[in-house]
Structures are given as C-alpha cells and as structure tokens.
C-alpha cells in the first residue's frame, strides 16, 4: 500500500502540505486512500472522483480550528475539499461514538473496514500506516460493515448505496 500511496504525485503533494501544518497525530483517511487503493488495483489510469479528503488528528488540549485547516487545504487545492476532524472531540458531536485516543482509534470507529485506513508522512519522508482492521479487506475488495454496536446495518447500507461502489468498482464484494 505504501508504495501506491508514494506513486500518487498529488497524493504525495497533499501529504507534505498537512505535515507542514504540523498537527498532532494526525492521518489522510478513509476515501481518499481507500479509493486510491482501489482504483489502482482495478487499473484505473483516472482516479475516481473524491467526495472529500479526510484529515483526521487528535489533540484534546484544542477544541476547534478544522475550519481554519480546510480552508487553508482548499487554498492549496481548490479541485478538492477537505473535512478536517480533531478526534479527540467526536464524541463530543456524534453522541453514539466512544471518546478515543488517538486518531488511529478514530479511523477504527469508520464504518467500513476498508475505509479504516489513514496515512501520515513522517520526517523522513517514510509513511506511517494506520490500519485497525488490516489491510486484507482494502486489498482483497472486501467491503464489510465494522463489528461496533453504533454502525447498524442500515447506515452501513446507506452508505454503500450512496456511494454506488460496485458500479464504479466491480470487482468489490460487498457483504
């Protein structure tokens, strides 16, 4: 995964600019790197349009600034928006899910396994994956619900619904 995450110019573009925010434990998560995943697997020489990229970190000292971040993002990149979280305060707005701690563990509380996957650019330019579930799913097109009592069957329906995956990506299985 690593590699096809370094392979990805924009992608790569993208890292360096969030770890020059120097935030806490922080990760791109989710569609951005699930979808990414998945279209170069499937062959894709386009990548699949992005709803949003997801910049997730945790700093329970800091209430507030996501805003401030994405627009700074957007700045940068205006083809794409961003939706920044501090996960130490998601609690705090869904009620349903549990207090963490750490971003990781907020990438672990994502509704499908394979959309549990974040990456950082560490200072040496090397990528630190985080990886909850593994990887088996996001590699092997399995799209499962996570096993936690907040993700019901139905949100996770609605969401694969939604996003129409098996249209755009055939070879997924969804469970």
Not at 44 to 65: A, E, H, Q, S, W
Request: charged residues 30%; positive net charge; contains cysteine.
């Amino acid at each position: 995964m690593k590699q096809i995450v370094l392979d990805e110019k924009w992608l790569l573009n993208i890292l360096r600019s969030v770890r020059a925010l120097d935030l806490p434990d922080w990760y791109l998560a989710a569609g951005v790197i699930r979808n990414t995943v998945w279209d170069v697997l499937h062959g894709y020489k386009k990548r699949t349009k992005l709803n949003d990229i997801d910049l997730v970190y945790f700093d329970p000292k800091k209430k507030g600034g996501e805003k401030e971040i994405e627009e700074k993002l957007h700045k940068l990149y205006p083809k794409y928006t961003f939706e920044v979280v501090n996960q130490a305060m998601v609690h705090e707005i869904y009620t349903l899910k549990p207090a963490v701690k750490s971003a990781c563990g907020g990438i672990a509380t994502f509704v499908e396994t394979p959309t549990c996957v974040g990456v950082r650019l560490e200072d040496d330019d090397s990528l630190l994956v985080c990886a909850p579930y593994g990887l088996e799913d996001l590699f092997t097109f399995h799209v499962q619900k996570v096993s936690l009592p907040f993700i019901s069957e139905e949100l996770f329906t609605q969401r694969v619904t939604k996003k129409n995956w098996k249209k755009i990506l055939p070879k997924l299985v969804i469970f």
